[in-house]
């Protein structure tokens, strides 16, 4: 079958690889002019993982990622609240890592090793499922035919908005927003950990990357209005919001204004009941967005693009059948992600006094061995078996 897909970041380039392997035709599509440098780590484990070692990618995630010792929480007088090494949540097995998302997404994307039609700098302008297949036309004004569309192309899915209708009927804003950039030479720096400091309404992560790049992520609570979409606008929104904040936020704006590379989006979730309509379906967080808030969304775009694929093999291409038991098997599982993520605002930028001292509680008590599974195990746990993929 020939597959159109819509986005190469992480869901994308997964599907396209394992539709490859089934003996389809997928063709990538890309919005951007190459693929996305910069954005936030994301810790790496779980079904995701296991879907990375059948692609035979851990070994490149580990070259590219990192392994950090500890997470340290600090307060406002620059004094440790907490401390807790990574495995306490994740597990100590070894089968984790932390990698800047575009790493992720490239190691994906040369995995495909040039075997797949990739179409930068352009976005689909219609799709016309005439039932036997899909006419699809371009922003360009090419038009193609495809047996089937599927839109991995996150959040803001054109694909899903071009299919399902406007954003605003899926979208359920979470009342925070996310900064993330990277700056060369700042200090200090703490190796292998990842400090945060929260204060009412906000927290700040630093983390020290390679070649003295020390990356920030602020996530702000916005309660008024529409988040800005303008980068310039966003990090005056940053500017209002933390000022008078203590510990290093005031020299870690100083710092933004050489940023390397700057990423600015508002934490929601996609809520659907369904991901696919006749020949179109969605994958990622086109899908079932689960926010910034949930930490694994890269991990689950992975895992919902694997099975898709499988399904399809399974079906043996009936696309119907393959997009029900694909929501089926997948959508407990996510809404679970979701709803937990909703709980964890409390922890990205508390509301109030009472909320930052039950986020600094909460801290103390991952530092105390078998706690943090008991505090945190189930959001982190994925409760999904990955089905077996046909040899080709």
Not at 173 to 195: K, S, W
Not at 375 to 385: I, K, L, P
């Given at each position: 079958?020939?597959?159109?897909?819509?986005?190469?970041?992480?869901?994308?380039?997964?599907?396209?690889?394992?539709?490859?392997?089934?003996?389809?035709?997928?063709?990538?599509?890309?919005?951007?002019?190459?693929?996305?440098?910069?954005?936030?780590?994301?810790?790496?484990?779980?079904?995701?993982?296991?879907?990375?070692?059948?692609m035979g990618i851990v070994p490149e995630l580990r070259d590219r990622g990192y392994e950090f010792v500890e997470a340290r929480s600090i307060g406002r007088d620059g004094r440790p609240i907490a401390s807790f090494p990574p495995s306490a949540i994740v597990g100590s097995d070894g089968r984790y890592v932390t990698i800047a998302r575009s790493d992720l997404a490239?190691?994906?994307?040369?995995?495909?090793?040039?075997?797949?039609?990739?179409?930068?700098?352009?976005?689909?302008?219609?799709?016309?499922?005439?039932?036997?297949?899909?006419?699809?036309?371009?922003?360009?004004?090419?038009?193609?035919?495809?047996?089937?569309?599927?839109?991995?192309?996150?959040?803001?899915?054109?694909?899903?908005?071009?299919?399902?209708?406007?954003?605003?009927?899926?979208?359920?804003?979470?009342?925070?927003?996310?900064?993330?950039?990277?700056?060369?030479?700042?200090?200090?720096?703490?190796?292998?950990?990842?400090?945060?400091?929260?204060?009412?309404?906000?927290?700040?992560?630093?983390?020290?990357?390679?070649?003295?790049?020390?990356?920030?992520?602020?996530?702000?609570?916005?309660?008024?209005?529409?988040?800005?979409?303008?980068?310039?606008?966003?990090?005056?929104?940053?500017?209002?919001?933390?000022?008078?904040?203590?510990?290093?936020?005031?020299?870690?704006?100083?710092?933004?204004?050489?940023?390397?590379?700057?990423?600015?989006?508002?934490?929601?979730?996609?809520?659907?009941?369904?991901?696919?309509?006749?020949?179109?379906?969605?994958?990622?967080?086109?899908?079932?967005?689960?926010?910034?808030?949930?930490?694994?969304?890269?991990?689950?775009?992975?895992?919902?693009?694997?099975?898709?694929?499988?399904?399809?093999?399974?079906?043996?291409?009936?696309?119907?059948e393959a997009f029900a038991r694909y929501g089926e098997r997948l959508g407990p599982l996510l809404r679970s992600k979701q709803d937990a993520a909703r709980g964890l605002g409390l922890a990205f930028a508390p509301q109030n006094r009472s909320a930052l001292a039950v986020r600094n509680t909460v801290m103390r008590l991952l530092g105390l061995p078998h706690v943090?599974?008991?505090?945190?195990?189930?959001?982190?746990?994925?409760?999904?078996?990955?089905?077996?993929?046909?040899?080709?």
């Open positions: 079958m020939r597959v159109l897909i819509m986005g190469a970041g992480i869901a994308g380039p997964t599907l396209a690889y394992w539709l490859l392997h089934l003996g389809h035709e997928p063709t990538l599509v890309e919005q951007a002019p190459e693929l996305r440098r910069g954005g936030y780590l994301v810790d790496f484990w779980g079904a995701g993982f296991d879907v990375a070692e059948r490239s190691t994906i994307h040369a995995a495909l090793d040039g075997r797949v039609e990739t179409l930068f700098a352009t976005t689909v302008e219609a799709i016309d499922d005439a039932g036997e297949v899909v006419h699809v036309t371009f922003e360009n004004g090419t038009r193609r035919e495809f047996d089937l569309v599927v839109g991995a192309d996150g959040l803001h899915s054109r694909v899903r908005e071009l299919t399902f209708g406007p954003q605003e009927q899926f979208e359920r804003y979470l009342g925070i927003v996310v900064a993330v950039f990277d700056v060369a030479g700042y200090r200090p720096r703490d190796e292998l950990t990842a400090v945060l400091h929260a204060d009412v309404g906000f927290q700040m992560l630093r983390v020290s990357l390679r070649d003295d790049a020390t990356m920030f992520c602020a996530t702000v609570r916005h309660d008024g209005g529409a988040p800005p979409d303008d980068p310039a606008e966003h990090r005056a929104l940053l500017r209002r919001r933390l000022a008078g904040a203590r510990w290093e936020v005031p020299a870690i704006l100083d710092a933004m204004a050489s940023a390397r590379t700057f990423y600015a989006d508002r934490a929601s979730q996609i809520r659907m009941p369904s991901w696919a309509r006749g020949r179109v379906a969605l994958v990622g967080d086109a899908a079932a967005c689960p926010s910034f808030l949930a930490g694994q969304g890269s991990a689950l775009a992975m895992v919902g693009a694997y099975v898709l694929a499988a399904e399809l093999a399974r079906a043996h291409g009936d696309h119907v943090s599974r008991l505090v945190m195990g189930r959001s982190f746990r994925d409760a999904v078996e990955l089905p077996a993929m046909p040899v080709v």
